[in-house]
């Protein structure tokens, strides 16, 4: 057997006390990779219909018509409606509105059938809860083409019978049409964009969080000696710390990106390659960011404080579903500053654009400037850190 070269006895020496620690008292880190775990499979849960449909939503008809009986089923008909009760009084409509037992409610007014027959303009009124911007969104959607659509039956109709041809009615109607094409996301399916963002979210979150935790844990319990000690080589020793870390969120992260994209079989447009070295970096990067904030706060406590502050709220400044351009100064500060925020544009190009490597080369590289220029400063203060320690001894 060959004997080890000092760098790679510290490296042994320490990776199996952290193997150690892991077997005796690692339980820790058992119930957090459960609370992950759990976390992830519930928001792939929550989201697993992909689309909305059937929201709830309540119809008002004053008119009691066949033609307003009908414009009730064209409501019904569409997939992201479904009435749940014909009320007749605005009253009760707006106070399950209110209770969030309804997310709209539309009143067909009174001579709806007799203004349509006689070229009347007639107006539909829906009521509509802004708190719910989502839902709202898509209930308003499918409302203006339910409406669009029976209007422009109307008037068609209405041309046909003055001895238009229905080619020439159409062309009358609508001398102008347009054609809306969905480049990317074309399922416009919540799975495809959120969840798959959501995901690297949550990961980001353990990472950071349980880096600072293992090396917190040593300055806080006076044993961070022990573990730089090995052979007295400050590199060999944080890889060996962090080592199991980085193999345990590499699974985590390989087992999203294949349920996704494997088990899910969504469409991945450019190169899965280059999207897993985006994952591993994104997690070396965070366990850089964990390695630097430990070693920068006095306590432990303050440290996980400020790792949580820094990456819980992530996902709100990283521009998925508020634009970032919208943002004020200070959001966009700190969408830069996080990782996150880059890997998941490197996503979005590779997985739903399709871009060219070389298109996501700015964004590999941003990755690895998030390793490369913290890492010195986490490495000396820790130095730092320990130097005061043994000279106060």
Not at 382 to 389: G, L, N, P
């Amino acid at each position: 057997m060959h004997n080890l070269s000092p760098h790679q006895g510290g490296f042994v020496t320490t990776l199996k006390r952290e193997l150690q620690y892991y077997k005796s008292d690692g339980c820790e880190c058992f119930i957090s990779i459960f609370i992950l775990l759990a976390s992830m499979i519930t928001v792939a849960w929550i989201f697993s219909s992909g689309t909305l449909t059937n929201l709830p939503i309540a119809v008002i008809d004053h008119d009691g018509s066949s033609v307003s009986r009908t414009y009730s089923r064209m409501l019904e008909a569409t997939p992201e409606m479904h009435i749940v009760d014909k009320l007749s009084s605005t009253a009760e409509a707006k106070k399950l509105l209110e209770q969030a037992s309804i997310y709209a409610f539309v009143v067909i007014p009174r001579d709806f059938a007799k203004d349509i027959k006689t070229g009347q303009q007639t107006t539909v009124v829906a009521w509509h809860s802004g708190q719910f911007l989502t839902m709202s969104g898509v209930i308003l959607k499918s409302l203006r083409q339910v409406t669009g659509t029976m209007s422009a039956g109307v008037k068609i109709t209405a041309l046909s019978k003055k001895g238009e041809s229905t080619l020439a009615a159409n062309v009358d109607f609508s001398p102008l049409q347009s054609e809306l094409r969905t480049l990317f996301n074309p399922f416009q399916n919540y799975q495809y964009f959120l969840v798959a963002s959501l995901l690297p979210a949550m990961l980001q979150v353990f990472v950071m969080i349980w880096t600072v935790y293992i090396v917190g844990r040593e300055f806080q319990n006076s044993t961070f000696t022990q573990w730089l000690d090995a052979k007295n080589n400050v590199y060999a020793a944080i890889a060996a710390k962090v080592l199991p870390l980085f193999i345990l969120a590499s699974c985590i992260g390989i087992g999203c990106l294949y349920w996704l994209f494997g088990y899910m079989r969504w469409p991945i447009n450019g190169s899965v390659s280059f999207l897993i070295l985006g994952w591993e970096l994104m997690i070396l990067a965070y366990i850089v960011l964990g390695l630097l904030f430990a070693s920068l706060a006095s306590r432990l406590a303050t440290a996980l404080s400020f790792a949580v502050f820094f990456t819980a709220p992530a996902f709100a400044y990283v521009g998925i579903t508020f634009p970032q351009h919208a943002m004020p100064l200070l959001a966009k500060i700190w969408a830069y500053i996080l990782p996150i925020k880059t890997l998941l544009r490197l996503q979005v190009e590779q997985v739903e654009i399709g871009a060219p490597i070389v298109n996501s080369l700015p964004e590999l590289l941003t990755l690895i400037a998030f390793i490369l220029l913290p890492l010195p400063l986490a490495i000396n203060r820790i130095r730092a850190r320990c130097s005061v320690f043994k000279k106060g001894r």
